[in-house]
């Protein structure tokens, strides 16, 4: 296979090709909504919902940032990986129904960043969990297409509320892969497929047991 020089990044040295694989897609979504997008620095808050590769890409490249992160889940072992990961605070959505104000308690005010990848469903409560100023970023839409949103709270609290459109740039990737290499971030890869397991994988994935990304080997 042949590319443009421009269209290929260099992967970092202390990853695999496995891990690498997991990069372009939810890597540099999560680096650009918080970092490039978000201005993300030390000491401010953020918001990750859910614990698949999108969430959990911002939960390490916010910590690595020195942010203090809060993870959502269903799961109280997903939620102790987070922790594991870094996680500063973490809360199980099925056990608290309101975990909008929850978060906003328990930040003092709510935080600075929502990694948003749940759609209208979670919507509401992420705005709830926003801090004043607070940037809102829209990814997915894992919660559904359906929900009803209130303005009340993006003009109150004056939110900037941002939809994440594409991946991102060359050169945010070769920013990405910098900042990995300098601090020798890995990529949580939950499980790895062979290629004649695509089925099995898939299957895997819609289960929705994962925790960060799962690969498929070509080799």
């Known amino acids: 296979l042949t590319f443009p020089a421009e269209s290929l990044a260099v992967l970092p040295d202390h990853l695999s090709f496995e891990q690498g694989a997991t990069l372009s897609c939810a890597g540099l979504t999560a680096w650009r909504a918080l970092v490039e997008d978000g201005d993300l620095t030390a000491g401010e808050t953020v ?3 859910g614990t698949g590769g999108v969430s959990t890409f911002a ?4 910590t690595m940032q020195g942010a203090e992160v809060v993870v959502t889940s269903s799961s109280d072992d997903k939620l102790e990986r987070a922790r594991d990961l870094g996680a500063s605070e973490t809360l ?11 978060v906003r308690e328990r930040t003092d005010g709510g935080v600075d960043h929502v990694v948003e990848v749940g759609g209208p469903g979670t919507l509401a409560q992420s705005l709830e969990a926003a801090a004043v100023n607070g940037h809102v970023h829209l990814i997915g839409v894992l919660a559904g297409g ?11 609290k004056a939110l900037t509320v941002e939809g994440v459109m594409g991946v991102g740039s060359r050169a945010m990737f070769d920013r990405m892969n910098r900042a990995m290499a300098a601090t020798e971030l890995e990529p949580v890869i939950d499980r790895t497929f062979d290629f004649d397991e695509v089925r099995e994988a898939y299957r895997y994935v819609e289960a929705g047991e994962h925790q960060g990304k799962v690969v498929i080997s070509i080799e």
């Open 47 to 49: 918001l990750a919902l």
């Open 59 to 62: 939960l390490q490249f916010a």
């Open 146 to 156: 359906e929900g009803q949103v209130h303005p009340g709270p993006m003009l109150h």
């Open 92 to 102: 199980n959505y099925e056990e608290n129904s309101d975990w909008g104000d929850f």
